[in-house]
């Protein structure tokens, strides 16, 4: 819902909404798109199907931690009965309902609601995507529309599909796709590569390195950032890092006994946009 909501609130302020992409704008980014007049790519950009995974307290849990529930992917489910319809020609309703009662049969971890709730939300993926581009200032014919959100929901079959411009544009159907230019994708690369310093989007989150040499340490990270030509806001988020001790368990001859470790402790003190 957040994609739909972000695009709505956009058009409340403007006439023309677009899109930059200077290299990845994966599933729900790539929902943002599709609400979008135009989306500008380079030959680096790149978008992804919106299928989502569910989890809900109906879903499997994780056998290597059971508080944990398993995601559910939309598309593997589909492509289950896609597979018993179209690939072993099984049409009627009686025995698609075998098919669906040998499958919950075979998978008891999955709850039948579970399976309620990837239908649910895969209505209303497809739902959200018709509405986004129906959204546009020029809006696309019905037929066009529904090639769109069937290959961006079913047909592109992995969530970890990849779809550049040229693709986008001539494959899916996708015209709002703009080709940049080599002055403009120029400066949409240098534009990305200041947020992703400011943002520290290539470093990978250490709390040892963090902390360093130091006892104890109070760190600020800049997670989101909105800019407009009169005002530039940013998402800060503020952790508390020390070093501390914890007693780990360990069995030795003499008996179970506790062996001090040293462990960097970490919370969050404080976020909000600023």
């Known amino acids: ?3 739909w909501r972000i695009v709505s609130m956009i058009r409340e302020y403007c006439d023309k909404f677009s899109v930059l992409i200077p290299h990845k704008a994966h599933s729900a980014a790539t929902m943002i798109s599709l609400g979008a007049d135009e989306i500008i790519m380079t030959d680096l950009s790149e978008i ?12 499997p849990q994780d056998p290597n931690n059971p508080q944990n529930r398993i995601p559910i992917s939309v598309e593997d489910v589909m492509a289950f009965f896609d597979l018993a319809k179209n690939k072993f020609g099984i049409k009627s309703d009686e025995d698609l309902t075998k098919i669906f009662n040998k499958f919950i049969e075979a998978n008891p971890q999955i709850h039948p609601l579970a399976l309620g709730n990837v ?19 020029s809006p696309m014919e019905e037929d066009e529309i529904e090639q769109i959100v069937d290959y961006f929901t079913e047909k592109l079959y992995s969530h970890q599909y990849f779809v550049g411009r040229k693709e986008a544009r001539e494959d899916l159907g996708l015209k709002t796709v703009v080709y940049a230019d080599d002055l403009l994708a120029k400066a949409i690369t240098e534009l990305y590569e200041e947020y992703a310093k400011d943002m520290e989007l290539g470093k990978n989150w250490n709390p040892e390195i963090e902390l360093g040499n130091n006892f104890q340490i109070r760190k600020d990270y800049n997670l989101a950032q909105i ?7 940013h998402f800060e988020l503020s952790i508390d890092f020390k070093k501390g001790q914890v007693n780990v368990p360990q069995q030795t001859p003499q008996g179970m006994i506790q062996i001090p470790q040293e462990q960097v402790m970490w ?8």
């Open 1 to 3: 819902m957040v994609p």
């Open 227 to 233: 800019e407009s030509t009169e005002e530039s806001n």
């Open 48 to 59: 992804s199907p919106i299928d989502p995974s569910t989890a809900n307290v109906f879903n």
């Open 267 to 274: 919370k969050i003190v404080g976020q909000g946009w600023k």
């Open 119 to 137: 239908n649910r939300t895969h209505n209303l993926i497809r739902q959200l995507a018709r509405r986004l581009l129906k959204s546009h200032n």
